[in-house]
């Protein structure tokens, strides 16, 4: 008898766990074929958060009706996307331009640069150089960038319908749960997530943009072309914890030799660049974050590789608000808590309890 109980429960967990798989693999290959809507889906939430913070502050302060704060927050929403995706593309478009302009100065002194590291050396980076197809990455790069424009439109659409939709969020909620206690508890972690991936985006998109200054100044002081362009890259991939800045600054360092063939000139340029992120980002960045985010630093370097598989470099992007929101929901559960402690950097996993203001009302588009 116990031996048949035994074998059953073997059986039992061995079923679970391959349903388990099946069931990850069918959430990848969805993630996968659905990336784009759901890459816009997800910035459309975190701009929906960010931008009802804001309307609620407004109106409460300069008394200003709801509806004309939606109505406002979706136009600024819709110029700011469109105006940084016509941006975006003008910017790749120069670079290609400029590029290909100074491919050949690139390529006269590219021998005087790698003379150092013998000829064998020499030779197998002039042939990778050689085998590189510019021409299909440089087609690559602006399809992507065109394809910004489409998945602005979407953004846009999803975030104006979260907005006609905001006033039924919590009795949909409610209905959900069955249960008003627990309604005002799923309430609370969202509110809960929302403030601290607002916070972290909002101190984020500051120090990008004096990180993005920092590294124009030092391009105009130069005397380089593509400062504009050199600068929004940076900004854009300071975004990206631990790795973005190390990507900035070996682009920035790359394109200073490209444009100016100057192995002296490239190494100061890679010298400032690289002094601006060590100091902006051992500095300022963990002063003004504090404890906002207390997040594991292994754990973050496995988002970014997974999201970053599954969804590119949109998924490097988000991966660092999805492991906020991952983290939160699983301190609620009791048996994910282990992930959650897994996720958190001292083992202490943030579930939002810390936040002593409850959750702000929901606004009515009809007040």
Not at 96 to 106: H, L
Not at 132 to 145: C, D, E, P, V, Y
Not at 309 to 321: I, R, T
Request: charged share 10%.
């Amino acid at each position: 008898m116990d031996k048949s109980s035994g074998e059953a429960v073997l059986r039992e967990r061995l079923q679970t766990g391959f349903l388990g798989l099946i069931a990850f693999g069918l959430l990848l290959f969805m993630l996968v074929q659905a990336r784009f809507i759901l890459i816009s889906l997800a910035i459309a939430i975190i701009l929906f958060s960010l931008t009802s913070d804001a309307i609620f502050a407004i109106s409460s302060r300069l008394k200003v009706p709801k509806w004309l704060g939606t109505t406002l927050a979706l136009i600024g929403i819709t110029l700011a996307l469109l105006w940084l995706s016509t941006t975006i593309v003008t910017q790749i478009n120069e670079v290609v331009i400029i590029s290909i302009t100074y491919a050949e100065q690139a390529q006269a002194a590219l021998p005087s640069l790698t003379e150092r590291l013998g000829p064998e050396v020499q030779e197998r980076i002039l042939t990778a150089i050689a085998n590189f197809n510019i021409t299909g990455w440089i087609r690559s790069l602006a399809g992507q960038a065109s394809g910004l424009l489409s998945g602005s439109v979407l953004v846009i659409l999803f975030v104006g319908f979260m907005f006609a939709e905001q006033v039924w969020f919590p009795t949909k909620i409610e209905r959900l749960t069955g249960d008003p206690e627990k309604a005002l508890q799923v309430r609370r972690i969202i509110a809960s997530i929302m403030h601290r991936v607002n916070r972290y985006l909002v101190v984020k998109t500051a120090v990008s943009a004096v990180t993005a200054s920092a590294v124009w100044a030092i391009f105009r002081f130069s005397g380089l072309e593509l400062a504009g362009a050199v600068a929004l890259l940076t900004f854009i991939l300071n975004f990206i914890p631990s790795v973005g800045s190390i990507i900035a600054t070996v682009i920035t360092a790359i394109l200073a030799f490209v444009l100016s063939g100057d192995t002296t000139l490239t190494l100061l340029v890679a010298v400032a660049c690289t002094l601006v992120q060590f100091i902006i980002g051992n500095v300022l960045d963990p002063m003004l974050l504090g404890q906002t985010l207390r997040l594991s630093s292994f754990g973050i370097i496995l988002s970014l590789a997974f999201w970053g598989a599954v969804w590119g470099v949109p998924g490097m992007f988000l991966a660092v608000p999805i492991m906020v929101a991952l983290m939160i929901v699983c301190a609620h559960i009791p048996w994910l808590r282990p992930v959650a402690v897994l996720l958190s950097r001292e083992g202490l996993p943030d579930d939002g309890s810390s936040d002593d203001a409850p959750p702000a009302p929901p606004s009515s588009l009809a007040a």
